[in-house]
Every structure is written in structure tokens, then in C-alpha cells.
């Protein structure tokens, strides 16, 4: 799996910090050319323990029922890739019940640039989780599925306060 780098700051701390510290303008450029370019994605760190805690093997299938906005998704995909591989494994079906948000979902893997490779390996599907019919997979089973339902939101609390 990826790494991660945490800041002790939020997006608004960067920019105005930016403006005092060469350094800290350093880094922020940094991270938004590092999320333009795909290889790098803000998220709070209580958004990446759901992906953390399914723990995915590469080549397995997972479904990530409510994923929009989409870095949980991300982060799921990296998990099943076979790093190294010609053939990139598993796959990662992405539903969202909400048509908006499945642009949402849409928006983030096009802003994080994945390649054609990793998004053959990437379903989007648009339905009430309950109702869902699963894209055919190689074997029959699903080794995985996600459901942050709904995503609680806990990193959007802690900032309101």
C-alpha cells in the first residue's frame, strides 16, 4: 500500500501559512502538484482506516458500496493492484446510490489521473446497495466489501468545531 505523510495543518493552514514561510509555500505547491498529477490524494486519516481495516490482498475483488467521493475507492484500488504485474489484479466495483455523488466519485478518479491500465480495473456502478446486481467477476465470490454507510463525516465534523 501507498504511504502516507500527515501535516500537522488543514488545506486553509497551508495556504496561509504559505504566505509567511518560503518553506511551507514550498510544501503546499508541492502537494497540489502531487494530487494534479494522480500521485498524491488529501484525505483525513479517520477516512483511511475503513480501507486500512478490510486489508484487500492484490487480486482480490472488492465492492466499496458508498464511494463517493472516491479516496477510499483510490486507496482500495492501489490495495488489490499487483505491483510489478503486467496485469494489474484485482478489482475494485465502486457504487454510490446517489447519481450526484457518482459524479462526485467520477470527478475525483479523473483528478487523480489513473492510468488506462488501473481504471480497466475499476467499475462504477450507480444503485441502492440492496438492489445492486455485481459486475461478473472471475470467480463467482467478492472478496471484499466496504460499507462506510454512510461515510460518517468525522473529519468534516472536526473542522466545523
Known sequence: VGRCLQLGTHRA????GG???QVVS????LVQ?????????????????????LSPLPGQSVIDLCASPGSK????LEM?????????????????ASAARTLTLMETIDRHGRSVHEQANLVITNSLGEAMVC???ESQYVDRVLADVPCSGDGTIRKAK
Open 80 to 96: 488489490v493492484a499487483k505491483k510489478g504485474s503486467p496485469h494489474l489484479g484485482g478489482v475494485v466495483v465502486a457504487n454510490d
Open 73 to 76: 475507492t483510490m486507496q482500495l
Open 33 to 53: 502538484r502531487g494530487c494534479e498529477a494522480g500521485v498524491a490524494a488529501r484525505q483525513e486519516i479517520v477516512s483511511m482506516i475503513p480501507a486500512l481495516l
Open 19 to 21: 504566505k509567511k514561510h
Open 135 to 137: 459486475p461478473k467477476m
Open 26 to 29: 514550498a510544501l503546499a505547491s
Open 13 to 16: 493552514g497551508l495556504v496561509s
